[in-house]
């Protein structure tokens, strides 16, 4: 979410002159997410989020509406942050190689460098309300959709081979979203490292080879 | 865990005459895990356990010792049912790519048949003290071990190409791994029906081409 876009779990009116009213928030929402990552959504109380800001909890109320709208915003920046890179990739007049070895370049960089923003999205969005959730799930729908939409369309022109490219798609978001469960920056590599090789065990086996014959696609597709 | 085997969670000796209890501690269990996996671990309480069994919370310690305890309970039996399957995979004498389908199989169709267990596995276990947690994260790493290993050894003897196996591993398990969150079992697919496609995509990279020159591993494997 960029800064002083209104914010449904914060309070007031966001200006230019109100400088130390945003940092507070954000501060809030930093503090926020690190105990959600830790503790769980419900594991953690409006009092622990005082206390992480150094604020009274009745004070923390001047900056907040609930805790509810403050995981949602959690997630909504997360979320925005992540795909407002996949869009840009997506628009690219690049062949489905080139943009599938990007998208993943990015998807998997981000992860590395936000994990807690993605474990906070990924694990704790299910906590939200019905309504709340079903917007966020429409959300991470479309991002998939894209990646989706990406194999579907090498398959098309014969880039790639013909597979079931739904079950590809979940594959590749799958291989890349388990980074924020084992990534760690005091590893051997690098996230850009570790992208290449996921790129390229994707790469490697989508792409259509000259010498096989090709086989009709699946029905399904 | 198999029935009649002690369980840090449960009060009392489980024997073979004691049924009854037996049976009352699986339903507990279960309804448990229930609500781990809808409400998260913190956001459910001793009451909701009671209640979804029909007890009331005084009775409930009579069956059981802690919420925590539970938690462990629930974790350490989905961890045993799927790693018994993929130990005796790995003792077999199969080729590595051979291991590999049948560890992907395995593994996919677990997941697919047990998504609630492995859901509380994987996003929950977190909420257990420090050194419980120890014990489920070493039970973890072995699992992710074992893949490491099968693909080490196909890269050792020629039949995988030379790639980061540790990587290769975590994209597997990745892959695999996220159908806890999308598969549905409304879907088209059967779960062997997707562990083949997982694992036509996974060979098909790996596997070694007679036509590529090979070259020297990585000095990290």
């Known amino acids: 979410m960029k800064k002083g876009s209104p914010r449904t779990g914060v309070r007031g009116k966001v200006t230019r002159t109100n400088l130390p009213t945003e940092?507070?928030?954000?501060?809030?929402?930093?503090?926020?997410?690190?105990?959600?990552?830790?503790?769980?959504?419900?594991?953690?109380?409006?009092?622990?989020?005082?206390?992480?800001?150094?604020?009274?909890k009745g004070s923390l109320y001047l900056h907040i509406t609930s805790k509810e709208?403050?995981?949602?915003?959690?997630?909504?920046?997360?979320?925005?942050d992540i795909s407002e890179g996949l869009e840009a990739i997506y628009q690219l007049h690049l062949s489905p190689s080139e943009k599938l070895k990007q998208a993943i370049r990015h998807h998997t960089s981000f992860i590395a460098r936000n994990r807690e923003a993605l474990w906070v999205l990924l694990e704790e969005t299910r906590h939200l309300s019905p309504e709340k959730r079903k917007a966020v799930d429409t959300q991470l729908k479309r991002y998939t959709d894209i990646f989706a939409s990406i194999i579907e369309e090498g398959m098309r022109i014969g880039e790639f081979r013909p597979l079931d490219y739904k079950i590809a798609a979940f594959s590749v978001l799958g291989m890349c979203n388990w980074l924020y469960r084992w990534y760690s920056k005091s590893g051997p590599l690098k996230p850009e490292e570790i992208a290449d090789i996921l790129s390229d065990i994707i790469l490697v086996s989508l792409t259509a080879r000259p010498d096989e014959t090709p086989q009709p696609l699946d029905k399904r597709q």
């Open 69 to 80: 709208d403050l995981l949602l915003d959690i997630v909504n920046r997360a979320h925005q």
């Open 23 to 56: 940092i507070r928030q954000d501060q809030i929402l930093l503090a926020a997410r690190k105990l959600f990552r830790e503790k769980g959504y419900h594991g953690t109380s409006m009092q622990d989020i005082a206390d992480a800001v150094g604020l009274q």
